[in-house]
């Protein structure tokens, strides 16, 4: 068989982006980790949207030229109506192709999602083999975490019992792409191109705000000193944490399972490990305030962190936040699309006890007190001295939307 692996183009994810340096650009490793179960008995192309212009031009005569069995499309929520516009040109290109769905969207609405495209079938969740099962032939009926049409009706199966062991798994197949087609910001790395090492699959905590479908990361209580050495011996020198507020009733409204000193002294000891620090926060989560969006700010600048990000809380679908919002009659849209963690989402919803005008207000407040204190400017034009990258961080500044 022939398959044909599809990265969207995600250029429109990022369009609002506050500084495109900080914008990911690498090999997709999801296709990368599926590839080596594939390859074994069938032929393989990866077609990355996002190393090309004229994406769709292109993606027609890969199509037309490779004329593939199957085509797999990865994609997130916001990357839906991507997905549709690939799951359509195959089809109308060749009406045998087989468009299979995977990835974050697809594994929080499987259903949904067939219903509302040419996909013909969805694999939810952990995709490492299962693509190969459906690509050789195992009956649908019998492999674990497969959605699929069948006599004009969408059927499903069990979910797939998680991988215990992801040493057991073969390493991704880097070789399938164009490495030197990609470029990651000094923002990302210190070198580039950089890619991505997966160390854990799922999540045992229910932050309310996130789909437990496919999580990865590391978290402020799951570290230790020993483990940050190590990770300082092994050749990391960044750590970022998902922080989110500086407020404790807003923490403990989502469920985050962390406390404000735990904060603290993470941070710290992140600091005295010889790592830096980036850190992660959200704002108009559940039972926010003005008065602990100010919290929020004077947080991240009390923890003098090396960088730090604000986000607008997007409520994503199958999570606990999007139900009850969706129970209270608050969300606006199901436009995937629309659905985008780099924008502002007045179109998506209404955040209850604020209006949008204050949260921008706050948003903007976060990004100009955390980076124009005296102290972070001081500090950073020693670090850019010192590694020769004044003239570079003078034209980020510039370039940043403030």
């Not at 769709?56 to 929520?77: A, H, M, N, Q, W």
């Not at 013909?120 to 083999?129: L, R």
């Not at 490495?179 to 699959?201: Q, V």
């Amino acid at each position: 068989m022939k398959i044909l692996l599809v990265n969207p183009p995600q250029k429109s994810v990022y369009t609002d982006s506050k500084v495109k340096e900080a914008v990911p650009f690498s090999p997709p490793l999801n296709l990368a980790v599926v590839s080596p179960a594939l390859r074994q008995n069938h032929e393989i192309k990866i077609f990355d949207g996002n190393i090309f212009d004229e994406v769709y031009r292109k993606l027609k005569d890969e199509i037309t030229g490779f004329s593939p069995d199957y085509v797999g499309i990865t994609f997130t929520t916001p990357l839906y109506d991507e997905m549709r516009k690939i799951s359509d040109m195959a089809k109308e290109i060749n009406p045998r192709i087989t468009t299979v769905g995977g990835g974050a969207h697809a594994s929080a609405m499987p259903v949904d999602t067939l219903r509302d495209s040419s996909l013909d079938m969805v694999v939810a969740c952990e995709g490492d083999f299962a693509l190969s099962e459906i690509v050789g032939g195992k009956p649908l009926e019998s492999i674990s975490g497969v959605f699929y049409k069948k006599d004009g009706k969408i059927r499903g199966n069990p979910p797939r019992e998680q991988i215990k062991n992801l040493d057991a798994l073969p390493f991704p197949a880097w070789d399938l792409f164009e490495i030197k087609k990609y470029s990651s910001g000094e923002l990302l790395s210190k070198k580039t191109p950089a890619g991505w090492l997966e160390t854990s699959r799922g999540c045992v905590f229910r932050c309310a705000y996130c789909n437990k479908s496919v999580v990865t990361g590391i978290r402020i209580n799951g570290v230790d000193r020993e483990l940050l050495d190590l990770m300082r011996k092994a050749g990391c020198y960044r750590v970022y944490y998902g922080i989110e507020s500086g407020n404790q009733k807003v923490l403990d409204a989502i469920q985050k399972g962390i406390t404000l000193d735990q904060v603290r002294k993470t941070v710290e000891m992140t600091r005295e490990a010889g790592l830096e620090v980036f850190g992660f926060f959200m704002i108009a989560l559940p039972g926010e305030t003005e008065a602990s969006m100010t919290d929020t700010i004077n947080f991240a600048k009390e923890l003098d962190l090396d960088m730090a990000k604000m986000s607008v809380t997007v409520p994503l679908p199958a999570t606990r936040l999007y139900e009850t919002l969706e129970s209270k009659g608050r969300i606006k849209t199901n436009v995937w699309s629309k659905y985008n963690l780099y924008s502002i989402p007045e179109d998506i919803y209404d955040p209850p006890g604020l209006t949008w005008d204050i949260v921008k207000k706050y948003y903007r407040r976060f990004y100009v007190e955390f980076y124009f204190r005296p102290s972070f400017i001081v500090k950073y034009a020693v670090k850019s001295l010192k590694q020769g990258s004044l003239l570079q961080d003078i034209k980020r500044l510039v370039n940043t939307r403030w």
